[in-house]
Every structure is written in structure tokens, then in C-alpha cells.
């Protein structure tokens, strides 16, 4: 395979030159200000509608706001590039503090704006809706009106996003700073290294025991070191969304999840009945997983441990270009935006110590650019999750035809644009192996990301949702967390493990999100309504693409429900639609016991 020489380093200065300190970002935070300030005093003059003929000056409202949204979401994802590529960026730091105070105060005047509009009398809402300017907003209109009904006043609202600054998003921020701090000494290779938290994750895949089980056990102690500080951390978070979910009177922690990812309760409860009654085919593979590592069971730092001795592993640009053949195979606008991606540098790969762990992709509306972040270190785990990055920007380059205020699309769809692309990718590997020891080894790769969904998102769903329980009666301390979590893994997997992960509450950022409650189920959702979606496009090859972005253009703009009987002709609501792609899924975890049995 020819080699492409891609940067691993992503490029900032296209949007703002000179990193934190940068001049242009500061006179663009400025500027966002002043608009802030303008778009406040129209809000302030602005009065409910009593006619069709105000449909204009709601449209000239929703106009001033999409471009304020898209300045202040600019800087703020610059600014958290910043913070994720160097954890010890202090100027990024406060940045971020400053950027959180001004998206609190833009939520207020957009909540403001809201409340006045949802006062609007039912019929002449109607008019409203079938205006010329408005008739493209209705979905996005209607929600703001049923949001606004179901929330407090506009003082109590307005306070609640005030108070948040420091009395919630700060937590979050916390958090980030607590675990940027965190190094691990260990020596790997013979080499004496002081890694990141992010760094020494990615020795979970590390082909030697004594590695994987040291990188754990070292991560464990660093966990264990400040648990009462992450406990501290989430008890304020949790202990701030029920304070505000009692005075809005919504009983169930899930109202809130369930509204800003469209789904309903009983789509939700179909998803998970179909996973817990098909367990046992993934309780199997890691049962044969422990025998393949010389084990009776498995232990929770050997899951990603390679089942051969000669894994597959790919360099930066190798895995690139393997990428980009297969999604080219798929359809050429796929290939050909994932190629501008690397020939212009929007990823962040190098392996490098300071770095946030995870991967994430993030959106810069203003320049319709995206920026990808992930530390690369060869394996195939960290060519899909490549992928799967570049599914969530694709995902972003597919709105752009559409207006700002439709693009605002929930997670669990988000996590299905990323997570097609990763099958894509995973798929095509599969079938590329020239032994069965790859194909073995490859195999797994897919099966691990169902047991990731099945099982580990499964245990963070359990847990959050007990934990929120016992937090409405009070703090919950950190040895109860561990309780927990461990409950909830035994749970999840099955019985399957023989050592588990305690202190996962700790490790796992997505607990400390505090712009997303329970981010966690709608990666599971993604996994699962994107395997129909790439069912569809096994059958009607490289014709499906145009569908596909048809489809990722309604994201935004219904419920799932509506979008899967639109796009797919199912009933998501219903167990046997989530039946059918847990079975695919068993398909792996069968062909893996089979060639794996050969193997051994």
C-alpha cells in the first residue's frame, strides 16, 4: 500500500493563529460579545406574536441567533481543541471558563426568546408555522414550544443557566482538570515513560499481561487516589440536575436524555429487553476469550487483550488509506471528504504525553470544517475509532445544505452516522485477512465493540441509573460508587468476569459531561439502528450514498421513531426490530468460536 504523507498533528491556525494566546480569538470573543449584546436588546423588544404577518421578525430573530450560535460555537470548540491537545494549557483553561459564561448568557436570551414566542395563542401558532419563512422550522418550533411548557418560568429558567457556571459546569471542568493532572510511571519496552491517562488506556490492547495488568492496576491507584474528589465531583453534578429536575416536577432522571435525544420510553425499554435476553452467545466469546489467554475467567484488563500472537497493526498512514479504499466503496463523496480531512490536517492523532484520553469529533460551523481528536498507536481499534470519527464529521458535512437551526441532531443519531462508517472499515478488514489468525483477531475487534455495547454500555446505564436513585436521598460516597459500578458490571456481562473495573465511575469522562445526562444509551442505540442502515447498503451498493445523506439530513429534524419508519420502514418501539440486529451481531461472535476453535 503506498504511503501518504498525512500530518498527525491537527491544524488550528485556519481558525484562529497563535493557539491560546492567539489575538485573532480574542478580538473574535469580543466581537461575540457585542453580538450577544445585540441580539439581547432584540429579544428584549420582541413580543409574542399575535399574527401570521409576525412571522418575519421571528424569522430576523432566529437569523441573529443562528449567527451568534455560530460564532460561540467556533470559539468554543477551538478552545476545547486547545484543552484536549494539552491538558496543562492554562490560557486554554480560562478560555474555557470565559466561553461558559458566555454560552450561559446566549442560553438565556435564546430561552427568553422562547418563552415569549411559546405564549403565542394555538391558532395563531398554526399561521405561524405555515409562513413562507417559517415552514422550514416547524419540528425545530414545536419542540421549543413543548420544551417551554414542561420547564419553569423564564426567571427561574434563566437563573438555573446563571447558577450552572459555577454551581454545575464547573464540576465538569473539574473533573477535566483532576484527571489532566494524572501521570503514570511505568516502564514499557525497557523504557522508563511517564504517559497520560490516555496514553496508558491504550496498553489495555498491549499483547503482554504483566503490561496490560500493570497499566490497570497503576490506572486503578491513580483512580483510588482521588476518589473522593471524583465522588465529590459527580454527587454535585447528579445533586444539581435533581435539584432542577424537583422544581420542574419531572420524576424520572430520564425525561431529560429521553426529550434532547427524541427517543421515548418505550423505544428505550424495546433496546435493552433485546439485549438482555440475548446475552449468553457474547457470555460465551468471553468465556473462550479467557481460555484463549490461559484463564477460566476473564479479568477486566485482559478484554482488549489480542487473542494471537500476531496482530494486525497498521501505521498512521497505512490505516488512512485503508479507510479511505473502503470508503470509497461505499460512495465517493464519503471518500472524498475523508481524504480533505487528512490532506488538510483536521486530525489529531500523535501518540504524545498531555494529552485528554478518548477520542471525540468536534464541529467548527463558521469555517464548515470539523476537527477529530485521538491518540493513534497502530492497533485496528484505533483505525475504527478513526473511522468512526470521521462518521461524526461526515455526519456534520452532510447538514450543510441545511439551515443551522435544523442541524441540531441528538446523540443517538450522531452515534449512528460514526459508527456506520467504523462497519464500514471493520467489515472490509474481516474480509481482508490472508490467514485465519488475522481473521481471527479481526473478528474479535468487531465482536469486542458489541460486547462494548452490549455489556459495558449496558453496566454504565445500570449504574447511573441506581446511583441517580440513591442520590435523591443523599451523597453517596465513594466506597458505595465501587459497590455499584461493580453490581452493575457482574450485571451487565453476564457473570462473565472474574475481576471487574470498580473505579470505571471514576475513569470514565462521560459521567462528568454536563451538557449530556446519561451519555450512554444512545451509543448503544447508534450501534444498533446504524446496523440497519448498513444492511440497507450492502444491498444496494454504491447507489445508497444519496439516500444516506437524504437520511442524515433528517436527523435533526423528526423523532427517531419518525426517522426509522421514514428511512427504514421499522417500528422502533418494538422488541423484534432490535432482535434483528443483536442476531447479526451473533453472527460474529459465532464465526469467531468456529475459526478460533480451529486456531486452538
Given at each position: 500500500?503506498?504511503?501518504?504523507?498525512?500530518?498527525?498533528?491537527?491544524?488550528?491556525?485556519?481558525?484562529?493563529?497563535?493557539?491560546?494566546?492567539?489575538?485573532?480569538?480574542?478580538?473574535?470573543?469580543?466581537?461575540?460579545?457585542?453580538?450577544?449584546?445585540?441580539?439581547?436588546?432584540?429579544?428584549?423588544?420582541?413580543?409574542t406574536p399575535v399574527?401570521?404577518?409576525?412571522?418575519?421578525?421571528?424569522?430576523?430573530?432566529?437569523?441573529?441567533?443562528?449567527?451568534?450560535?455560530?460564532?460561540?460555537?467556533?470559539?468554543?470548540a477551538v478552545i476545547g481543541c486547545f484543552l484536549a491537545a494539552n491538558t496543562k494549557d492554562k490560557k486554554a483553561l480560562i478560555l474555557q471558563g470565559e466561553m461558559g459564561a458566555l454560552s450561559a448568557k446566549f442560553a438565556n436570551i435564546q430561552l427568553r426568546f422562547k418563552q415569549t414566542l411559546a405564549k403565542t395563542d394555538a391558532e395563531v401558532w398554526q399561521s405561524l408555522l405555515e409562513t413562507d419563512e417559517l415552514s422550514q422550522f416547524t419540528f425545530i418550533l414545536n419542540e421549543w414550544r413543548e420544551e417551554v411548557q414542561m420547564k419553569l418560568s423564564e426567571e427561574e429558567e434563566s437563573l438555573i443557566t446563571a447558577l450552572s457556571v459555577d454551581g454545575y459546569q464547573g464540576w465538569g471542568q473539574l473533573y477535566d482538570q483532576l484527571v489532566g493532572d494524572i501521570e503514570i510511571q511505568m516502564t514499557v519496552n525497557g523504557e522508563?515513560?511517564?504517559?497520560?491517562?490516555?496514553?496508558?488506556?491504550?496498553?489495555?490492547?498491549?499483547?503482554?499481561?504483566?503490561?496490560?495488568?500493570?497499566?490497570?492496576?497503576?490506572?486503578?491507584?491513580?483512580?483510588?487516589?482521588?476518589?473522593?474528589?471524583?465522588?465529590?465531583?459527580?454527587?454535585?453534578?447528579?445533586?444539581?440536575?435533581?435539584?432542577?429536575?424537583?422544581?420542574?416536577?419531572?420524576?424520572?432522571?430520564?425525561?431529560?436524555?429521553l426529550m434532547r435525544n427524541r427517543?421515548?420510553?418505550?423505544?428505550?425499554?424495546?433496546?435493552?429487553?433485546?439485549?438482555?435476553?440475548?446475552?449468553?452467545?457474547?457470555?460465551?466469546?468471553?468465556?473462550?476469550?479467557?481460555?484463549?489467554?490461559g484463564k477460566e475467567k476473564i479479568d477486566w484488563y485482559d478484554l482488549d487483550a489480542p487473542v494471537t500472537a500476531s496482530t494486525k497493526t497498521m501505521e498512521y498512514e497505512e490505516g488512512a488509506e485503508f479507510i479511505l479504499e473502503q470508503f470509497g466503496k461505499f460512495g465517493p463523496e464519503l471518500e472524498a471528504f475523508s481524504r480533505k480531512a487528512f490532506n488538510e490536517s483536521w486530525i489529531e492523532a500523535e501518540d504524545r504525553p498531555?494529552?485528554?484520553?478518548?477520542?471525540?469529533?468536534?464541529?467548527?460551523?463558521?469555517?464548515?470544517?470539523?476537527?477529530?481528536?485521538?491518540?493513534?498507536?497502530?492497533?485496528?481499534?484505533?483505525?475504527?475509532?478513526?473511522?468512526?470519527?470521521?462518521?461524526?464529521?461526515?455526519?456534520?458535512?452532510?447538514?450543510?445544505?441545511?439551515?443551522?437551526?435544523?442541524?441540531?441532531?441528538?446523540?443517538?443519531?450522531?452515534e449512528t452516522a460514526s459508527t456506520f462508517a467504523e462497519m464500514i472499515v471493520a467489515d472490509a478488514a474481516v474480509k481482508a485477512a490472508e490467514t485465519n489468525e488475522e481473521k481471527v483477531a479481526l473478528l474479535e475487534d468487531k465482536v469486542q465493540r458489541s460486547v462494548a455495547f452490549f455489556m459495558n454500555i449496558h453496566a454504565r446505564f445500570l449504574f447511573e441509573t441506581r446511583f441517580y436513585?440513591?442520590?435523591?436521598?443523599?451523597?453517596?460516597?465513594?466506597?458505595?460508587?465501587?459497590?455499584?459500578?461493580?453490581?452493575?458490571?457482574?450485571?451487565?456481562?453476564?457473570?462473565?468476569?472474574?475481576?471487574?473495573?470498580?473505579?470505571?465511575?471514576?475513569?470514565?469522562?462521560?459521567?462528568?459531561?454536563?451538557?449530556?445526562?446519561?451519555?450512554?444509551?444512545?451509543?448503544?442505540?447508534?450501534?444498533?439502528?446504524?446496523?440497519?442502515?448498513?444492511?440497507?447498503?450492502?444491498?444496494?451498493?454504491?447507489?445508497?450514498?444519496?439516500?444516506y445523506l437524504s437520511l442524515l439530513r433528517d436527523t435533526a429534524v423528526m423523532s427517531?421513531?419518525?426517522?426509522?419508519?421514514?428511512?427504514?420502514?421499522?417500528?422502533?418501539?418494538?422488541?423484534?426490530?432490535?432482535?434483528?440486529?443483536?442476531?447479526?451481531?451473533?453472527?460474529?461472535?459465532?464465526?469467531?468460536l468456529k475459526i478460533a476453535s480451529k486456531e486452538g
Open positions: 500500500m503506498t504511503k501518504v504523507g498525512y500530518s498527525q498533528v491537527w491544524d488550528l491556525d485556519v481558525f484562529f493563529a497563535g493557539g491560546s494566546e492567539s489575538q485573532e480569538l480574542r478580538a473574535h470573543l469580543d466581537a461575540s460579545k457585542e453580538e450577544i449584546n445585540i441580539v439581547e436588546e432584540k429579544v428584549a423588544k420582541f413580543h399574527s401570521a404577518d409576525d412571522g418575519k421578525k421571528v424569522f430576523e430573530l432566529i437569523e441573529a441567533i443562528k449567527d451568534t450560535a455560530i460564532n460561540l460555537r467556533e470559539a468554543g522508563e515513560k511517564s504517559l497520560s491517562v490516555g496514553q496508558a488506556n491504550n496498553l489495555s490492547s498491549n499483547k503482554n499481561e504483566e503490561i496490560r495488568k500493570e497499566a490497570f492496576e497503576k490506572l486503578t491507584e491513580a483512580w483510588k487516589s482521588k476518589e473522593d474528589f471524583f465522588a465529590s465531583a459527580l454527587n454535585h453534578l447528579a445533586g444539581f440536575r435533581l435539584a432542577v429536575y424537583d422544581k420542574r416536577g419531572w420524576d424520572s432522571v430520564l425525561q431529560e436524555p427517543m421515548s420510553q418505550e423505544t428505550l425499554d424495546a433496546m435493552w429487553s433485546a439485549i438482555s435476553a440475548n446475552k449468553e452467545p457474547f457470555v460465551s466469546y468471553l468465556s473462550a476469550k479467557a481460555k484463549m489467554v498531555n494529552k485528554r484520553p478518548g477520542g471525540f469529533c468536534t464541529g467548527m460551523p463558521k469555517s464548515e470544517q470539523s476537527r477529530i481528536f485521538m491518540t493513534y498507536s497502530g492497533s485496528m481499534s484505533n483505525v475504527a475509532t478513526l473511522a468512526h470519527e470521521l462518521g461524526h464529521a461526515f455526519h456534520s458535512y452532510a447538514l450543510r445544505p441545511v439551515h443551522y437551526m435544523n442541524r441540531q441532531y441528538a446523540m443517538g443519531v450522531a436513585e440513591e442520590r435523591k436521598h443523599g451523597v453517596v460516597p465513594a466506597a458505595r460508587l465501587n459497590e455499584l459500578m461493580e453490581e452493575a458490571q457482574r450485571e451487565a456481562y453476564g457473570g462473565a468476569l472474574n475481576t471487574v473495573h470498580p473505579h470505571f465511575w471514576a475513569s470514565k469522562l462521560h459521567f462528568y459531561i454536563t451538557n449530556t445526562p446519561f451519555y450512554n444509551f444512545p451509543y448503544t442505540f447508534g450501534y444498533l439502528f446504524s446496523l440497519s442502515i448498513y444492511a440497507k447498503a450492502l444491498a444496494e451498493g454504491e447507489n445508497f450514498e444519496q439516500k427517531v421513531e419518525d426517522l426509522a419508519m421514514k428511512h427504514l420502514g421499522e417500528d422502533i418501539t418494538k422488541v423484534d426490530f432490535w432482535e434483528k440486529g443483536v442476531a447479526l451481531c451473533v453472527k460474529d461472535v459465532e464465526e469467531f
